[in-house]
């Protein structure tokens, strides 16, 4: 993250302590042909995710994850997602979650140009992901793809 993006994020998170107890995300191992998976790399923060968001009040985590993957992927669902699991992700914040789901049932609307939020999106080998893949998101598709322990923590 640059170091003027640096001061916002922390007032976000300062708001969202007082406006929320705890925070809830949803992120999407969207999967293609059991090779390939969608990844984004955002404007805001380094490295390479799986695509997803926050979930808003009111929003359901199926609502939450269609949304976002709309927006940052420009994916429909066309069958149910499954949960992977719900991650707590203590780096980001001492209160943030996180639901992981796999996604192997959608269409592409379109293909995903770069926008405000998104810098980069596209679609990667398993096994050659690229370089600058958080941490957190090798964990998530090894344990999706090799069935590995389920962590905890993101």
Not at 74 to 98: E, I, K
Not at 134 to 140: E, F, K, L, M, N
Request: glycine share 12%; hydrophobic share 45%.
């Amino acid at each position: 993250m640059s170091g003027a993006g640096r001061p916002l994020r922390w007032l976000l998170h300062q708001y969202f302590r007082v406006a929320r107890g705890m925070t809830l995300g949803v992120r999407a191992a969207v999967i293609r042909d059991g090779r390939e998976v969608f990844l984004v790399r955002h404007t805001y923060v380094p490295g390479w995710h799986l695509p997803g968001g926050g979930v808003e009040t009111g929003e359901t985590l199926a609502v939450a994850l269609a949304k976002e993957l709309g927006e940052e992927a420009c994916l429909r669902l066309t069958g149910p997602a499954a949960l992977h699991g719900v991650f707590f992700n203590r780096a980001a914040s001492p209160r943030d979650h996180v639901a992981v789901f796999v996604v192997r049932d959608f269409a592409v609307e379109r293909v995903k140009q770069p926008d405000r939020e998104i810098a980069e999106a596209g679609w990667f080998p398993l096994d050659a992901l690229p370089e600058g893949v958080t941490a957190g998101t090798r964990r998530r598709l090894a344990e999706i793809v090799e069935g590995g322990t389920v962590e905890e923590d993101w």
